[in-house]
C-alpha cells in the first residue's frame, strides 16, 4: 500500500478536530454546524466530484462506475457521537462478482493517502469552509488520483496479492 500514499508530506491540514472536550461540545450549534455540512457537502460535489464524473448516491456518498466495471466511493462519514467532525473514505468494489461480500472493497481514508495517518475534519459553522476547501484539495491530489493507480487488473492483482484479505482469492480469479 506504500507505493499508493504519494507525497504525504508536501500535504498542509486545514480544520483538523480530533478531540472535543465536554465544554466545547456543550457550547457547540449543531444546528448550524449541521447546516454548514450540506453546503460544504453541496459544493464538494459541485465543484470537484460532479466534474469527475461521481453521482451523489445517499447521505454523504458519492459513486462512479470505472471504466473497468468496478464502483469508485467517496463517502464523508460523520463521527457518530455529535462531536461535528467528519473523515472520508474513499473505497471500491468490483461489480458484477459472483458471490460478493459487501466487505470485498479496496479502502483507504482519505487522510491517510494526504498525510499518512487518519484525518477527522471540524464541521462546526466557523470552521466549515474551510475543512471543505481542504478536504477539496486532498481530493483533487490524492483522492482521486488513488482511483486511478487502482485502475488495470495489474495493479489491482498486486493489491490483491499484499495483505490478508480472506476474499483476495476470489477476486483474483474473477480477474482471470
Same mark, same amino acid.
Given at each position: 500500500?506504500?507505493?499508493?500514499?504519494g507525497k504525504q508530506n =508536501?500535504?498542509?491540514?486545514?480544520?483538523?478536530?480530533?478531540? +472535543? =472536550?465536554? =465544554?466545547?461540545?456543550?457550547?457547540? !450549534?449543531?444546528?448550524?454546524? @449541521?447546516? $454548514?455540512?450540506?453546503?460544504?457537502? +453541496?459544493?464538494?460535489?459541485? !465543484?470537484?466530484?460532479?466534474?469527475?464524473?461521481?453521482?451523489? &448516491?445517499?447521505?454523504?456518498?458519492?459513486?462512479?462506475?470505472?471504466?473497468?466495471?468496478?464502483?469508485?466511493?467517496?463517502?464523508?462519514?460523520?463521527?457518530?457521537?455529535?462531536?461535528?467532525?467528519?473523515?472520508?473514505?474513499?473505497?471500491? #468494489? /468490483?461489480?458484477?462478482?459472483?458471490?460478493?461480500?459487501?466487505?470485498?472493497?479496496?479502502?483507504?481514508? /482519505?487522510?491517510?493517502?494526504? #498525510?499518512?495517518? !487518519?484525518? &477527522?475534519? !471540524?464541521?462546526?459553522? @466557523?470552521?466549515?469552509?474551510?475543512?471543505?476547501?481542504?478536504?477539496?484539495?486532498?481530493?483533487?491530489?490524492?483522492?482521486?488520483?488513488?482511483?486511478?493507480?487502482?485502475?488495470?487488473?495489474?495493479?489491482?492483482?498486486?493489491?490483491?496479492?499484499?495483505?490478508?484479505?480472506?476474499?483476495?482469492? $476470489?477476486?483474483?480469479?474473477?480477474?482471470?
Amino acid at each position: 500500500m506504500g507505493k499508493l500514499l504519494g507525497k504525504q508530506n =508536501t500535504f498542509r491540514l486545514e480544520g483538523e478536530c480530533s478531540h +472535543r =472536550t465536554e =465544554t466545547e461540545l456543550a457550547a457547540l !450549534d449543531r444546528a448550524g454546524a @449541521d447546516a $454548514a455540512f450540506r453546503a460544504g457537502q +453541496r459544493q464538494l460535489y459541485e !465543484d470537484i466530484l460532479r466534474p469527475a464524473g461521481f453521482l451523489r &448516491w445517499k447521505g454523504g456518498a458519492f459513486v462512479r462506475r470505472g471504466p473497468e466495471d468496478w464502483l469508485e466511493d467517496i463517502e464523508l462519514q460523520k463521527e457518530r457521537h455529535g462531536t461535528r467532525t467528519f473523515t472520508v473514505n474513499c473505497m471500491a #468494489v /468490483l461489480l458484477f462478482l459472483p458471490g460478493a461480500e459487501p466487505d470485498m472493497t479496496f479502502g483507504e481514508r /482519505l487522510g491517510v493517502l494526504a #498525510v499518512g495517518r !487518519d484525518v &477527522w475534519w !471540524d464541521f462546526a459553522a @466557523d470552521a466549515a469552509e474551510g475543512s471543505f476547501r481542504n478536504v477539496g484539495e486532498a481530493l483533487r491530489r490524492f483522492g482521486l488520483p488513488w482511483f486511478e493507480r487502482l485502475r488495470g487488473d495489474g495493479a489491482r492483482k498486486a493489491l490483491l496479492r499484499e495483505g490478508n484479505r480472506p476474499w483476495a482469492k $476470489a477476486w483474483l480469479a474473477a480477474l482471470d
